[in-house]
């Protein structure tokens, strides 16, 4: 009689723990591109080309990276939303769902072909030289900071005693 009092009791827990571990949340990305064959790296991961789809464990802003031979590389951010079951206090609910509950976000590129003609190259290196030059001199230290920058270098100099005469 002790072992028929257990037995439900038993069956129920099972019951519990599979409901639980049959829940499965899918997050994914799906990322397509013109022309299709484009390497694909996600957050500096590379996953694949197009078109491919990479898991994800959460929402936010991805790093995207696409490279294709005779292409312009893309390099990029885009952000993923989840959907209104990701949010408490549902996302417990979608978590311990019995079935498959699947976010999807879809994203398309399309490449430029590259120009690798002599003119084009110069004009790239051009404004890669003038970009760098505005960028170094948003950069580059005032000169009261650079003052501090010397005056804190000599404080932290050790002092050395002078050598003793023979």
């Known amino acids: 009689m002790n072992s ?14 599979a409901t639980f571990l049959l829940g499965c ?4 990305v799906s990322l397509t591109s013109t022309p299709p064959g484009a390497l694909v790296w996600l957050n ?3 996953i694949g080309r197009t ?15 696409l490279e294709l031979d005779g292409f312009e590389p ?18 417990f609910f979608a978590e311990i769902w019995p079935g498959r509950v699947l976010s999807e976000t879809r994203w398309h590129f399309a490449l430029v072909a590259r120009d690798d003609s002599e003119a084009a190259l110069l004009d790239r290196a051009a404004a890669l030289r003038d970009r760098t ?31 003793p005469s023979p």
């Open 51 to 65: 078109p491919c789809d990479a898991e994800i464990v959460h929402f936010g802003t991805y790093d995207v990276r």
């Open 25 to 28: 949340v899918e997050r994914k």
């Open 44 to 46: 500096e991961k590379e």
């Open 74 to 91: 893309i390099v990029t951010h885009r952000d993923t939303e989840g959907n209104a079951w990701d949010n408490p206090p549902l996302d």
């Open 133 to 163: 030059a505005v960028e170094s001199k948003v950069h580059a230290p005032t000169g009261e900071q650079r003052i501090e920058q010397l005056e804190r270098a000599v404080e932290q100099t050790p002092t050395v005693p002078p050598a």
């Open 4 to 17: 028929a009092r257990r037995t439900p009791y038993g069956t129920v827990a099972v019951l519990a723990v």
